[in-house]
């Protein structure tokens, strides 16, 4: 059973960082492309970063340049890392899988993190 665990979200000043941490249990992790999506009230589910399994990032127009994501696969991690924060990235921020063919599906998600840019 795969399950995904957010943690690293919080309360920061427009401008400010920062950095996010996914755990993902089970053992397909390593090969599976993964990514970070945010939904704020209101919106969409976004996709706003994901990284293939040997570390190839990718981004969404509005975070480029200002988010970074990484994986260690060993510790089966994913991480966000998230500088020049706005308040429009405010949102609640998931890690899931990025299925790529269709006999790929989300894994369960997880609880998500709270990030929120205000003044």
């Known amino acids: 059973q795969v399950q995904l665990v957010e943690s690293g979200g919080g309360l920061v000043q427009p401008g400010g960082s920062l950095r996010l941490s996914c755990v993902a249990s089970?053992?397909?992790?390593?090969?599976?492309?993964m990514g970070w999506y945010r939904q704020a009230p209101g919106l969409q589910r976004e996709l706003v970063a994901h990284i293939g399994s040997s570390g190839r990032p990718n981004y969404a127009d509005s975070v480029k340049g200002r988010f970074t994501i990484s994986r260690d696969n060993a510790k089966k991690m994913v991480y966000l890392q998230m500088n020049s924060l706005k308040p429009e990235d405010t949102a609640v921020y998931y890690c899931?899988?990025?299925?790529?063919?269709?006999?790929?599906?989300?894994?369960?998600w997880g609880q998500g993190t709270q990030v929120t840019v205000s003044s």
């Open positions: 089970g053992s397909i992790f390593s090969s599976r492309i």
């Open positions: 899931n899988t990025v299925p790529m063919t269709v006999e790929q599906d989300f894994f369960p």
